[in-house]
């Protein structure tokens, strides 16, 4: 059993078992020492909600770590968690027992192969969708002292624009935005894009193009986007790629293992392997220092939730 107590069900040990033997104690969690700023933080975000961020979260972390990388991935889904049923695990300790002073959060890190672990989140506990800022920002801290050993730190953010989202996306230092080829979900990620540049100076955005049937559909997305962007408030948007649509990730869903452990030869386990292999070329700029004054400046920040954005202009077709 994984440090933070969380039942595996037998198909998701035999799956997690060809990513790499399960090691009883993590070894990268709960080390102390000072934030050494090699750790690259990723928030996974989108405009519209359901485009597939969790199952990326997941496949992506496990992706990485057959790479050999290590990765922690916290669930910031904090109210409605869903980390931990991609990854079939039943958790009796969350982040809910961190914020209520239950538990320090390197108790609650859950082993899921020898590269990769997850911080999983509470499911139906409506506070967590609403932490106060002193809770949020002492939660950040102590995440980045304990990922600070970690390769990256992948945030799987919740859906749309809540204070907990811009949050977590403030703190990151890159946001991986996922789209899919749907109308509403690109006027929706357009909108997010505008309020993550205007209101909160997030600067580094790589777009990434869930459920396409063709390659060509997803760069047709990110030319739409781009070309608006550009023209009216001169943003040149980073390209992350596509993954298929693929019933295989909707069986594996329904089976609670990730498709790329239970599933390696389907079309989207291998979208989700190029993904990791181009990583280190998206996510190339320097990881930023988080000193005293970037959480005094956080801590101070407006997060609060605004209306969906006014499109200045109309959304891109
Ligand atoms: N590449 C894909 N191929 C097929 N189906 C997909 C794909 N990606 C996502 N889906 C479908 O979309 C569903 C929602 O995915 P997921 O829970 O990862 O989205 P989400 O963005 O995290 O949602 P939320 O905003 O509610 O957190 C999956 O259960 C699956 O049915
Ligand atoms: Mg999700």
């Given at each position: 059993m994984a440090r933070g107590e969380c039942d595996k069900g037998p198909r998701i040990q035999a799956s997690l078992r060809a990513v790499g033997q399960e090691s009883r104690t993590p070894p990268y969690a709960g080390v102390e020492g000072p934030v050494v700023g090699v750790m690259r933080t990723i928030a996974i975000a989108s405009g519209k909600g359901g485009v597939g961020k969790t199952n990326i979260a997941v496949n992506l972390a496990l992706s990485l770590s057959q790479r050999g990388k290590r990765v922690l991935l916290l669930d910031a889904d904090l109210g409605l968690a869903n980390v931990d049923i991609v990854l079939g695990l039943t958790c009796r300790k969350t982040l809910h027992d961190v914020v209520a002073g239950k538990e320090r959060l390197a108790d609650v890190v859950v082993n899921i192969n020898e590269r990769f672990q997850v911080l999983p989140a509470s499911s139906g506990v409506l506070e967590m969708e609403r932490l106060a800022p002193e809770q949020r920002m002492s939660l950040a801290q102590e995440l980045r002292s304990l990922a600070a050993p970690y390769d990256v730190l992948l945030i799987d953010t919740a859906a749309g624009m809540t204070e907990n989202v811009m949050f977590f996306t403030r703190m990151a230092d890159d946001v991986l935005l996922v789209a899919t080829p749907e109308p509403t979900a690109i006027t929706d990620t357009y909108a997010m894009i505008k309020v993550l540049r205007t209101r909160h100076d997030v600067q580094s955005i790589a777009l990434l193009v869930n459920q396409v049937v063709t390659a060509a559909q997803g760069a047709e997305v990110h030319q739409t986007l781009n070309r608006v962007l550009q023209q009216f408030f001169g943003i040149q948007l980073t390209y992350a790629g596509y993954l298929f649509r693929d019933g295989a990730l909707q069986h594996a869903v329904r089976e609670r293992r990730p498709v790329v452990t239970s599933r390696p030869q389907a079309?989207?386990?291998?979208?989700?392997?190029?993904?990791?292999?181009?990583?280190?070329?998206?996510?190339?700029?320097?990881?930023?220092?988080?000193?005293?004054?970037?959480?005094?400046?956080?801590?101070?920040?407006n997060l609060t939730p605004i209306d969906r954005a006014p499109l200045s202009q109309p959304p891109p077709s």
């Open positions: 079309l989207v386990s291998s979208s989700f392997r190029t993904l990791a292999a181009h990583f280190d070329q998206l996510f190339r700029s320097p990881p930023r220092t988080l000193d005293a004054d970037f959480w005094s400046a956080l801590s101070r920040e």
